[in-house]
């Protein structure tokens, strides 16, 4: 099956050899092909180019792309889309003058979602999930990672992580796990935090590992929840069943999380409002990928990540939405691109670059994820007839989206 889609105004994120991810200064850059054309074969790209090169006009499926512009899928590679039930009367009890914090510390927060998936059926939480995968298909995450961690048990995590195996069968988006076990403590062990590390290390953690459920290990390096003592233990233990981390850092408080991860040869270091120096001199020549989360911020209202700090010292950025039930029930990448301009003054070429080809690193899927490159999978995004990529981050709140394209097929 070959489909060839002409006349596109501009393609974004072009590149004819595969690049890792960009850094710096190079984000300000966006390879754009003008008047374009790009041919699927199958699930993959198979060409592209300018359309007065076009020699053959012959595909099973021909879409005219007059005036509207084509870029990659967005990358999610940091959300927590499996969860029961939500978490609106928090919501409102902080409208109301609550803070994130006091409501977790009232037993609400994370483990208020944990009680409630405990009692969830598997086949229920697939369903409440998999309404949120159809979404974030259709507003064009192409790839996105989801975590565990609203479990807490060894029953509940391995629940949840059987219900992300199971969307990543059954949906086209490509879907990475990440085993976080080490999200909160557990009421029972409100006084015994190494007994709960214990079991998610000696308990849980092997059977997430022989049974194949995660790639990545995770956990919420924060005041009042893990330390980076805890941090290590768990990371060290993580490597040896080759779990790699991605982890939850400098969310509220910077106490050395980042320089945890990229000991431990963290793939991300995720969060980050709060950075001090230090935390960012300890991300240069490191292969640890930042990566922000503006709708978090825009939800609980807590600073953003000061990206151009990171990006002035020449380092990369990933954005991501950190989709959940307590600090930002939403998918929405194209709100996390125009937010990440509006409020952390990133370029739209940066917030793009930061959207595609650093996310699709920040999931260990820059090599075939992220860019308009031959042989990738093609998973594109068509937008409305729109003068102009930056565009796409102007319209906030008004998806620009017009068709999605996931391995070939059109959504
Ligand atoms: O990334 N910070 C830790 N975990 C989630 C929120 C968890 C929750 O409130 O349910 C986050 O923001
Ligand atoms: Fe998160």
Redesign the pocket.
Known sequence: MTTLIINIKELLQVENSPKEMVCGKEMKILPVLKNAFILIENDVINDFGEMKDLSNLIADKIIDATGRIVHPSWCDS?T?IV?AGN?EQEFVDRINGLT?EEI?NNGG??LN?AKLLQTTSEEELYNQSSVRIEEVIKLGTGAVEIKS??GLTLEAELKMLRVIKKLNKNYPITIKATFLGA?ALPLEFKNNKSGYLDIVINEILPLVAKENLAEFIDI?C?TGYFSVEDTERLLKAGSKHGLIPKI?VN?FTAIGGVQAGVKYKALSV??LEEMRDEDIEALKNAKTMPVA?PS?SFFLSIPYTPARKIIDAGLPLALAT?Y?????PSGNMNFVVSTACIKMKMTPEEAINAATINGAYAMGLEKTHGSICIGKKANLIITEQIPSYNFIPYSFGNNKTYQVIIEGKVI
């Open positions: 940091h927590h969860y978490r994130y977790a927060g994370i979602s961690g609203y999200h919420f924060e939850h969310q995720d969060h989360l978090c950190d959940n039930p307590g600090s930002t």
